[in-house]
């Protein structure tokens, strides 16, 4: 497991979250296309696997916390890099 997913697997329970292994490998690809991109464009200060997962990925997924927002709109008004995305 790449340490990008291992470090996204291990915060689910951070946030009482469960996602399964495909939601997972959906992130994990979404933060690598970033990284790669911001290799060309400056996206993001934060490349490297675990703190992606971490500062990225997980933060994103903290706003699942809040409440109940199943089927409710939810809009990105602009975070950067396109997270939450």
Do not use: Y
């Amino acid at each position: 497991m790449s340490e990008m997913k291992n470090t996204l697997v291990s915060g689910l329970p951070l946030l009482n979250l469960e996602l399964s292994d495909e939601i997972c490998n959906r992130l994990c690809d979404f933060g690598n296309a970033m990284v790669k991109q911001n290799e060309v464009m400056n996206l993001t200060g934060i490349t490297e696997d675990a703190p992606v997962a971490k500062l990225h990925l997980l933060d994103s997924l903290s706003v699942l916390c809040c409440g109940d927002l199943a089927g409710k709109p939810i809009i990105d008004v602009g975070c950067g890099a396109g997270f939450p995305g």
